[in-house]
């Protein structure tokens, strides 16, 4: 068993204290002295030239400070994109222009085009509304594949067309992957779409820009993810302040799922306009403005072929994909379709040949980007389906099929160049047909018939890559920034301990976890570990929380910069105890001499750290404080293997999940509570999306989903009672905890699992369908049952 609040426990999560009882600091609840309060006046055309903006009216309303237009950020930095991605010709990708307010023309319905700042958020909106704006409506392009047909209008007429890149991987594959297909003795192909969405974190966006004018600084308060990133490309890109002159913070953060990592418009403008006004500025989103200023996830359109063998191994695999950028390149947008799209698809399995090639659109349409699981659930819906799709075709089954293909022998090098170090698929596939009780499917298969139901049963596996990496590689590959993590641990006089990382949290249970590890290598209570994040005055530089990295990178930091203190206390206590360093041993909270009865208690070492009188100043300087940066040398690869079971009901089309497994292997697992809720999580957004949730724009560019009334999230009666487990262990290699990642692994195994059941269940009923596209509404299902 663990120790009490070490690793392996599932200790109750300290931070829910504040959380359940209300007394959360969110940016929302912050208010500086004398703030105003912003209403951005936005686009309701996708697509257009502004003539003329009048502002006489709004200016002389009352309590309006002024008014900002596109025209007051002449020469000042756009929005930046943090990674360029290099098309299949070795040419750089198109990168237009992202002003912070339109200036020339609107390219999406949301698009900012005024700011009013006033004394009250309701004396903004009024002013907005009285501003005149005359726009020349042009035509919009939504669709992907017209956007880059001949003749297409373009979204900026400043590139030569909407296609940001064309890129292919690994592009000296392509002829070994034709020749393969043109020999394979079985060819499958589906065209899928991995439909767009809106992410919808509970909290919505807030941004509150403050300035202080004796000391010319910026303070920016803001729901960010990774709050260093935020004032390194605001400063250094947009509003050209230096960083020692700019804080930004981000205290607590209801919910990201990505939406949150991004630099918006809305922080810049408040902090441009507070030092403009010379007083504090804060915005507070609405959620219709989250619908149409929030970046948008996923929106793919794939084609994917499988070719066998006539021993139905896998010999090949090629995807041609449409991924849509929206109006402007959000920061880590270029990099979702491909490094973290195309390297994936070789998945679970040993296939010899890959070749991916992604084509990036622009449309008017909100900008998209990473959301939970950015490319990773796109690349394993693809190739999950299509091995669903090869079994039915081949009268083989689906299990057995993957079985025979699973890689089982590690480290494994992909031909889409990333190398997996640790691995058992067919353990996670075992646990999952245990507790997913698959043998008994065909006894709840008759039960459903005899009430007239559709059962289906859906399996599918997954790998992920977690914690991106190292930073010389992503360099090469377009990153425009490092993707290590930082901590300094300081230890008090009194042996409590404050960390301070650049890993921001945002619902994961940092403060829950982290401690955890901490007081596992000292052995203290975790109680005496306090984390401190979210506030670039107090912390060091950091890359903040996405892509499943906290424990892996951040978590890894705090490891080195603890091994430091441990060091050197080491070093305090051989004085103490009037020994060899080399023989002092650290246990259970006390350095002892080995193979005595000689001890000093953690406190006491401490102590002496800030009270040094028993050791001389010349070996050891007084205090005990740390930092390191960790830059991990590899990606970590979760993976998984996850069941669905639906039953149909032919009356209506409608899909109810019955049961839900899903079998992971996240490596060595700090927290099982706290995964588990991880899991449980990801596993509901990935059912709202194979179920229920698509973003829908008509062919004008009018968002038809823009509230809760036409996009549907799930509610706690559309998904069912989970079984999870993440006993099959095979820790990471190469970051010292063995963890890998376990944040986003639901949302990325879940909609393959539930769309392959709802297909089952249609073919089990003499249906030929062979596919239907997310969200599976009722609809759909009842369209593809009676076709």
Same mark, same amino acid.
């Given at each position: 068993?663990?120790?009490?609040?070490?690793?392996?426990?599932?200790?109750?999560?300290?931070?829910?204290?504040? +959380?359940?009882?209300?007394?959360?600091?969110?940016?929302?609840?912050?208010?500086?002295?004398?703030?105003?309060?912003? +209403?951005?006046?936005?686009?309701?055309?996708?697509?257009?030239?502004?003539?003329?903006?009048?502002?006489?009216?709004?200016?002389?309303?009352?309590?309006?400070?002024?008014?900002?237009?596109?025209?007051? +950020?002449?020469?000042?930095?756009?929005?930046?994109?943090?990674?360029?991605?290099? &098309?299949?010709?070795?040419?750089?990708?198109?990168?237009?222009?992202?002003?912070?307010?339109?200036?020339?023309?609107?390219?999406?319905?949301?698009?900012?085009?005024?700011?009013?700042?006033?004394?009250?958020?309701?004396?903004?909106?009024?002013?907005?509304?009285?501003?005149?704006?005359?726009?020349?409506?042009?035509?919009?392009?939504?669709?992907?594949?017209?956007?880059?047909?001949?003749?297409?209008?373009?979204?900026?007429?400043?590139?030569?067309?909407?296609?940001?890149?064309?890129?292919?991987?690994?592009?000296?594959?392509? &002829?070994?992957?034709?020749?393969?297909?043109?020999?394979?003795?079985?060819?499958?192909?589906?065209?899928?779409?991995?439909?767009?969405?809106?992410?919808?974190? @509970?909290?919505?966006?807030?941004?509150?820009?403050?300035?202080?004018?004796?000391?010319?600084?910026?303070?920016?308060?803001?729901? !960010?993810? $990774?709050?260093?990133?935020?004032?390194?490309?605001?400063?250094?890109?947009?509003?050209?302040?230096?960083?020692?002159?700019?804080?930004?913070?981000?205290?607590?953060?209801?919910?990201?799922?990505?939406?949150?990592?991004?630099?918006?418009?809305?922080?810049?403008?408040?902090?441009?306009?507070?030092?403009?006004?010379?007083?504090?500025?804060?915005?507070? !989103? %609405?959620? !219709?403005?989250?619908?149409?200023?929030?970046?948008?996830?996923?929106?793919?359109?794939?084609?994917?072929?499988?070719?066998?063998?006539?021993?139905?191994?896998?010999?090949?695999?090629?995807?041609?994909?449409?991924?849509?950028?929206?109006?402007?390149?959000?920061?880590?947008?270029?990099?979702?379709?491909?490094?973290?799209?195309?390297?994936?698809?070789?998945? $679970?399995?040993? *296939?010899?040949?890959?070749?991916?090639?992604?084509?990036?659109?622009? *449309?008017?349409?909100?900008?998209?980007?990473?959301?939970?699981?950015?490319?990773?659930?796109?690349?394993?819906?693809?190739?999950?389906?299509?091995?669903?799709?090869?079994?039915?075709?081949?009268?083989?089954?689906?299990?057995?099929?993957?079985?025979?293909?699973?890689?089982?022998?590690?480290?494994?090098?992909?031909?889409?160049?990333?190398?997996?170090?640790?691995?058992?698929?067919?353990?996670?596939?075992? =646990?999952?047909?245990?507790?997913?009780?698959?043998?008994?499917?065909?006894?709840?298969?008759?039960?459903?018939?005899?009430?007239?139901?559709?059962?289906?049963?859906?399996?599918?596996?997954?790998?992920?890559?977690?914690?991106?990496?190292?930073? $010389?590689?992503?360099?090469?590959?377009?990153?425009?920034?490092?993707?290590?993590?930082?901590?300094?641990?300081?230890?008090?006089?009194?042996?409590?301990?404050?960390?301070?990382?650049?890993?921001?949290?945002?619902?994961?249970?940092?403060?829950?976890?982290?401690?955890?590890?901490?007081?596992?290598?000292?052995?203290?209570?975790? !109680?005496?570990?306090?984390?401190?994040?979210?506030?670039?005055?107090?912390?060091?530089?950091?890359?903040?929380?996405?892509?499943?990295? %906290?424990?892996?990178?951040?978590? %890894?930091?705090?490891?080195?910069?603890?091994?430091?203190?441990?060091?050197?206390?080491? =070093?305090?206590?051989?004085?103490?105890?009037?020994?060899?360093?080399? /023989?002092?041993?650290?246990?259970?909270?006390?350095?002892?001499?080995?193979?005595?009865?000689?001890?000093?208690?953690?406190?006491?070492?401490?102590?002496?750290?800030?009270?040094?009188?028993?050791?001389?100043?010349? /070996?050891?300087?007084?205090?005990?404080?740390?930092?390191?940066?960790?830059?991990?040398?590899?990606?970590?690869?979760?993976?998984?293997?996850?069941?669905?079971?639906?039953?149909?009901?032919?009356?209506?089309?409608?899909?109810?999940?019955?049961?839900?497994?899903?079998?992971?292997?996240?490596?060595?697992?700090?927290?099982? @509570?706290?995964?588990?809720?991880?899991?449980?999580?990801?596993?509901?957004?990935?059912?709202?999306?194979?179920?229920?949730?698509?973003?829908?724009?008509?062919?004008?560019?009018?968002?038809?989903?823009?509230?809760?009334?036409?996009?549907?999230?799930?509610?706690?009666?559309?998904?069912?009672?989970?079984?999870?487990?993440?006993?099959?262990?095979?820790?990471?290699?190469?970051?010292?905890?063995?963890? =890998?990642?376990?944040?986003?692994?639901?949302?990325?195994?879940?909609?393959?699992?539930?769309?392959?059941?709802?297909?089952?269940?249609?073919?089990?009923?003499? %249906?030929?369908?062979?596919?239907?596209?997310?969200?599976?509404?009722?609809?759909?299902?009842?369209?593809?049952?009676?076709?």
């Amino acid at each position: 068993m663990p120790a009490d609040g070490g690793i392996g426990a599932s200790t109750k999560r300290r931070e829910d204290i504040r +959380f359940l009882s209300g007394t959360g600091r969110y940016t929302d609840d912050l208010n500086r002295p004398g703030q105003a309060y912003v +209403f951005f006046l936005r686009s309701n055309v996708a697509h257009g030239k502004i003539k003329s903006i009048n502002t006489d009216d709004a200016a002389a309303m009352p309590g309006v400070a002024r008014i900002f237009t596109g025209a007051d +950020f002449e020469g000042v930095g756009g929005i930046p994109c943090g990674w360029q991605v290099t &098309d299949k010709h070795g040419q750089p990708m198109q990168e237009p222009a992202h002003p912070v307010l339109a200036q020339g023309k609107v390219r999406h319905v949301g698009d900012p085009i005024a700011a009013v700042v006033a004394d009250t958020a309701e004396q903004a909106r009024d002013a907005a509304e009285a501003i005149e704006v005359d726009i020349e409506d042009l035509p919009a392009v939504i669709d992907m594949k017209k956007a880059v047909e001949e003749g297409a209008p373009k979204v900026h007429d400043d590139l030569t067309s909407n296609l940001c890149y064309d890129w292919g991987f690994v592009e000296e594959n392509k &002829d070994a992957v034709e020749q393969a297909f043109q020999d394979a003795a079985h060819v499958t192909t589906l065209e899928l779409v991995n439909n767009r969405l809106i992410a919808n974190p @509970m909290e919505p966006r807030v941004a509150i820009g403050d300035y202080d004018p004796a000391g010319d600084m910026s303070t920016l308060y803001t729901t !960010s993810q $990774n709050p260093h990133v935020i004032r390194l490309l605001m400063g250094a890109f947009v509003l050209g302040i230096p960083e020692h002159k700019l804080r930004v913070v981000s205290p607590d953060v209801g919910g990201g799922f990505g939406t949150k990592i991004f630099h918006y418009a809305e922080e810049a403008f408040c902090t441009f306009a507070a030092r403009a006004l010379k007083r504090p500025v804060k915005w507070t !989103s %609405s959620r !219709s403005e989250a619908f149409m200023s929030d970046a948008h996830g996923r929106d793919h359109v794939s084609t994917i072929q499988l070719a066998l063998d006539a021993d139905n191994n896998f010999t090949a695999l090629r995807t041609d994909t449409y991924a849509n950028m929206g109006a402007y390149l959000s920061t880590f947008a270029p990099s979702v379709p491909t490094w973290l799209h195309g390297v994936l698809m070789a998945g $679970n399995y040993k *296939t010899p040949l890959i070749y991916v090639n992604v084509k990036a659109v622009f *449309t008017n349409t909100v900008p998209v980007d990473a959301y939970r699981g950015a490319g990773r659930p796109e690349a394993t819906y693809q190739l999950e389906r299509v091995i669903d799709k090869a079994a039915r075709e081949l009268g083989v089954d689906p299990i057995a099929l993957r079985r025979q293909n699973f890689i089982t022998e590690f480290p494994y090098a992909t031909p889409v160049a990333v190398e997996y170090d640790t691995g058992d698929y067919h353990a996670t596939m075992d =646990k999952l047909e245990e507790i997913a009780d698959l043998s008994g499917f065909e006894a709840r298969l008759a039960e459903s018939k005899s009430r007239g139901k559709l059962r289906g049963l859906g399996v599918n596996c997954y790998i992920e890559a977690c914690g991106i990496a190292p930073s $010389n590689l992503v360099g090469q590959l377009g990153a425009r920034a490092g993707l290590y993590e930082s901590a300094t641990v300081r230890v008090n006089a009194t042996g409590g301990l404050v960390v301070m990382t650049g890993s921001h949290s945002h619902g994961q249970g940092h403060e829950t976890a982290f401690p955890q590890v901490i007081a596992e290598m000292i052995g203290i209570d975790a !109680s005496m570990v306090e984390i401190v994040h979210g506030d670039t005055a107090n912390a060091p530089m950091g890359m903040g929380t996405y892509g499943s990295r %906290s424990l892996a990178v951040g978590g %890894s930091a705090m490891v080195r910069a603890t091994e430091k203190i441990i060091a050197k206390a080491k =070093k305090i206590a051989a004085h103490l105890l009037e020994a060899s360093e080399g /023989d002092i041993e650290l246990k259970d909270g006390a350095f002892s001499v080995a193979g005595t009865d000689k001890s000093v208690a953690w406190g006491d070492v401490t102590l002496a750290a800030y009270v040094p009188h028993n050791y001389p100043l010349e /070996d050891i300087e007084p205090g005990l404080e740390e930092t390191a940066f960790y830059d991990p040398n590899n990606f970590t690869y979760p993976s998984g293997a996850y069941a669905c079971e639906v039953e149909v009901d032919p009356d209506t089309g409608k899909a109810t999940i019955e049961r839900f497994a899903a079998a992971d292997d996240f490596g060595n697992i700090v927290n099982p @509570m706290i995964v588990d809720g991880q899991v449980h999580g990801g596993i509901a957004q990935g059912i709202g999306q194979a179920l229920l949730e698509g973003c829908v724009y008509d062919e004008d560019g009018q968002l038809l989903t823009g509230s809760y009334m036409d996009y549907a999230m799930p509610r706690a009666d559309d998904v069912p009672y989970y079984h999870v487990d993440h006993s099959c262990q095979t820790p990471c290699t190469h970051n010292p905890l063995g963890v =890998k990642g376990c944040g986003e692994a639901g949302a990325i195994g879940s909609p393959p699992a539930v769309v392959n059941a709802v297909v089952d269940a249609l073919q089990r009923n003499g %249906s030929s369908i062979t596919h239907i596209d997310m969200p599976l509404s009722p609809s759909r299902v009842w369209a593809a049952m009676t076709q």
